[in-house]
């Protein structure tokens, strides 16, 4: 075996569930396993290499120049990797190796790697007797909190830890256990969606899905001494007193094993983490996975994609900071009343004063990620460019002072109030810090900030200056017009004589490199420049050093504060955008009360009024008048009506409005008075959720149950169309009891919006329930071939009948099948019950045998999943391609790398043409077979 073989399985050995990044010159080579995980996932070219006796091993490189693109792609699938870097400067003998930090997807703090707007957490959880401590930390932002939740009912105690690891969203989650992971990307297949199939289809597995990449991680890290004295010497504390965690052992074990985990993957991250902010659950809203779905708060429909959610139709903030405080106060809606009334004082403040909105910002819009780059710099990782936007920031502040200070308002006042602008830092920036403008510009401090330094670059300038005198000089005394000093990397300076002038060359010249038409020859007074400049640069280069990490160092030195004030400017951003979103769509203040009442006048969806806004269209807005404490006061409205008449945008209308004024938002409204809730519910129905893949029904019962177990007389309950999942008649059963145990029992404020139409004989006559529907324009003639014009607007009452033949009629079902149809529904009142699900039954089996009658395309798409992945990887690696940072030559290589691979992809394609004589260019099937290969879940629809 030879050394470097041994060193590379030394320190594999160290890291089994990570890969490997061997740094290998202008290479991170990785071997074994890890080479052949890592180039399925990245798609690079697997190799091989010699290694002594052992033979060859597999191996695949990723060059370091391209490194972090590589690195943000092995991370969104999952992967950890473990950089080790050469310690030492290659030449003879092994060089020195060690690992200098493991990234995992929630331990990554290049601001390269993430997205701006948002919080990448580490989260960690950890189970006890008594219920669960999770802590969690952003690397980027030195945010660090920690809780326990406990409860008698360990049911509920699971439910509350889910609810705060849904609102958390990490990126990664370590939980107490040994098993070492294998090195391959599929364990982390459903990471994206943030409640796993698995665990949706088991309610009761015993431990609580966890949203993002789990690691599992050493049990006794987690133990409670070990954890408590890692936050001690993390600290410097004796106690836990000061961050309130004193009496939660669970949260201090998941706090300490997060410590001790960030030690040993990259320990420059921690001195960022300065303090420890212990948090109970109270005072917030609970919002469950599926209802975060559900009201598409921060990601619309199942892609998770953020466009057409709440958080884009709102954000309007300036900066990524504001940005990341958005969506977390969306994440996390509140239930104290004077929590709420204090944010809205804020946003209020904005709201009324146009010109200091305006000019807020403006003003924010020049102000960059104060609170990243803070992290950068305590970290001692910022670049001169990062210190000097830092600094820009830091010159907004006193601006954005004034203009706060300016109104005499209480609220802003207060946020102008916890505004350091941190002069000093300022200041030292502007001295001390140089961002060189061409690439040859090495140096990083400024002229003048420092004597010494400025003497030796002097020095440096001086001895190259007597060196480029020497030329001339050297041309008087040898005769010799065309001799030139010049420098190489290798031998240094030299004086060049091309070969017809070699007679000339005087006898105190010798000669160290021969060229093909000249030679280079060094004096004894060169040499002695030469290693004159080489000298003060060395000395320049060491200097610079020490005086960079000591601006690194006086900034980070103040990072708690400017923390706080990178905070701050979140809060006024968030504060201005807000107000400025709501003098834009009309929004108003809400009226918080401690009550039961909810009424909304003039209520509107933020989001579906945004997009039909953008069109054009006016959207049409409706009232809720539920609970109270006035006996007769609704509690359940059930609202009737057919497809596409609006009930579903009710109802969710009605949740976000809810939301929003507990956030401490403005809401979409003329009027509204919320007396606060204690948890949003919602069920949607069943047809929404098709895509999932899951059984819809048993999915659809399990939320159901979840809801009728946790509702409590002050929560909002939203159900579309339960019950729809399963047979008529079972389904309206189901329908009918889930209903009459929300209005009894429970009493929580519902919506409940139906088509089965009897409920409204049923349900609609206990007390306490209201019934609405959604209406629409009768159809001008009588045999339902008239076209209904849906309003859209609630109105009190039962839809008088089923519209079920007019949408047949419109929807272009033949004369005769209408017709019939009204025969039937005219002799038997059991049509009267035809719902959709009946139609969608239909839709679902034509759908399958458009597959069966197209088998080969079917099995094409099948077979050709490997190719479909092979197309993603490709489109991926086009995707993450560097192009800022790449050499016109490295582009060339990389395109014909992707070329190959393109190639590569085609020819492994499944050929239908093998089974066929024609060529391919003139069978026409084969293009739609190609088609649907690299997209065979679309097909399958
Ligand atoms: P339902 O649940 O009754 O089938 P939806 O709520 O899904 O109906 O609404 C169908 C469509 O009608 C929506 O996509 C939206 O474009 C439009 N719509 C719904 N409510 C309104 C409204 N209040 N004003 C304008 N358009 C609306
Ligand atoms: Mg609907």
Redesign the pocket.
Known sequence: MTPARQQYLELKAKHPDALLWFRMGDFYEMFDDDARAAAAALHITLTSRPFGRDGRVPMAGVPYHAANSYLARLLRQGFRVAICEQMSPAGKGLVERAITRVVSPGTVAEPALLPPRENCYLAALCPGPTGYGIAYVDVTTGEFAATEITDGDPTLARAAAEHDLARIAPRECLVPGDERRATSGERNADADDDVSLAARRSPLAASPTIPGHTTPYEARHFALVAATETLHAHFGVVNLEAYGCAGCPLAVRAAGAIVRYLTETNAMLLPLLAGLRTYHAGGTMHLDAATRRNLELTGAGRSGASGGSLLQTLDGTKTAMGGRLLRRMLAQPLTDRAAIEARLDGTEAFATRTALRLGVLALLAEVGDMERLTARARQEAATPRELLALRDALLAVPKLATLLKEPEDAALDGLAARLDPCSGVATLLTRAVLVPEAREDVRRIRPGYDTDFDALVYTATHARETIAAMEAAERERTGIKSLKIKYNSVFGYGIEVSNANRGKVPGDYRRTQTLTHAERYVTPALKEWEAAVLHAEERIAAREDELYRGVLREVGAVAPVLLGTARTVAAVDVHAALADRAVQGRYVRPTLTDGTALRIEAGR?PT?EAA?AAAGES??A?DTDLGGDAPGGTRLLLLT?P????????LRQVALVVLLAQVGAFVPADRAEIGIVDRIFTRIGAQDDLAAGASTFLVEMMETAHILRHATDRSLVVLDEVGRGTGTEDGIAIAQAVAEDLAGRVGARTLF?THYHRLTETVGTLPGVAVAR?AVAEPENDDGTGAIT?L?RIQPGAAGKSYGLHVAAIAGLPEGVVARARALFDTSEEVDRQDTRNREEIGKVRELRVWRGDDDAFHAAYRSEGVHTRHAALLDEIATLDLARMTPLDALIALDRLQRDARDARDAAPQRATSNPQPPDTNPSQHAARGTQFHPREGRR
């Open positions: 969806h579906v039909l959207f049409v409706n009506g497809n596409m008449a609006g009930k579903s945008t009710y919006a959604a849906f859209h």
